[in-house]
């Protein structure tokens, strides 16, 4: 520990920075940004009110708190972990061990799905639009969607791990979404539970696991050890979750519905072929901002 003696009453939110920065040099990438976080969620700040308050006085037991989270992002830990939110969307999303945290590359995939439910008929006597999310894990993908959408939907998120459906049911109540979004615990299409949504889904999105499994060793830390190797490892070629939602989604989707894939950095073509033999078309990529193809669409115009 750190100053908890005498001198505890004058150490200041600004003395706090200096030192967390100085401790997190040589393990976080942005330890200013990573500090900053931590304080706001010891202190219940915004990052506003934290910058007007340099000079707040911290008691012991925030001191104690920080020191605790400094120790464990030391140790590699995702910050997003230590501190068990992750903003995505401009929405703040609970995240824990049981689930990957979402990255910015995927509101590309949400902000298509938008785009193409904005682009859909609204003829109103059709109802909701339906909406699945495979391998839902936080929730970012479907809740995000739900939330700012502005149209009337109804969304399924479907994942394997039932701790993952834990924390979206946490964040479907904390974004105050209720009955238009279901989860249903399922390997990919199996349970059946999802049977109510044969022939029936407009679209059908998902982040499935795609990394490489020779890849993951190779991971940052901060990845490989913390984040659940469940939701990252998609087979030798990271194309298996891929193939088998592929085969499975014109039983699912109705002609003329959507399937919407985040894919990795060079899986993009690979995923278009498989989608062109089950009938799928108008495929199009969208590409991340480091220039890679992040995301694939296409429309099923037939069932084979």
């Known amino acids: 520990g750190f100053m908890i003696d005498n001198n505890t009453i004058n150490y200041r939110l600004k003395d706090a920075i200096e030192y967390g920065m100085d401790k997190l040099k040589d393990s976080s990438p942005s330890p200013r940004l990573d500090v900053d976080l931590m304080l706001c969620k010891v202190m219940d700040f915004d990052r506003m009110k934290l910058m007007m308050s340099y000079d707040k006085p911290m008691h012991p037991e925030e ?5 605790r989270m400094l120790e464990q992002r030391s140790m590699r830990k995702p910050i997003a972990y230590i501190i068990n939110e992750k903003e995505f969307m401009g929405l703040n999303f609970y995240v824990n061990e049981n689930v990957l945290i979402p990255r910015p ?18 003829e109103g006597e059709n109802g909701p639009i339906k909406v699945m999310d495979m391998c839902l894990g936080s929730g970012a993908i479907a809740l995000s969607i739900a939330k700012l959408s502005s149209v009337d939907l109804q969304i399924c998120g479907v994942d394997i791990s039932k701790e993952a459906i834990d924390v979206a049911r946490v964040n479907r109540r904390r974004l105050g979404l209720g009955a238009c979004v279901d989860f249903v615990e399922s390997d990919l299409f199996s ?12 679209i059908l999105v998902s982040n499935p696991p795609y990394i490489e499994d020779h890849v993951i060793e190779g991971l940052e830390p901060d990845v490989k050890d913390y984040e659940p190797i469940l939701a990252l490892a ?18 699912f989707l109705k002609i003329g519905g959507w399937l919407v894939f985040e894919s990795g950095h060079d899986q993009a073509e690979k995923i278009k072929n498989e989608m062109e033999k089950v009938g799928f078309d108008c495929l199009y990529f969208k590409k991340d901002l480091q220039g890679y193809n992040r995301m694939v669409a296409g429309r099923l115009i037939h069932k084979n």
């Open 191 to 202: 349970s059946s539970d999802l049977e109510v949504y044969l022939d029936s889904l407009d």
């Open 63 to 67: 001191i104690k708190e920080f020191e």
């Open 105 to 122: 590359d995927t509101e590309i995939i949400v902000e298509e799905v938008l785009d193409i439910i904005d682009r859909a008929p609204k």
């Open 234 to 251: 998609g087979g030798d070629d990271g194309m298996d979750f891929y193939k088998s939602i592929i085969k499975s989604s014109p039983k």
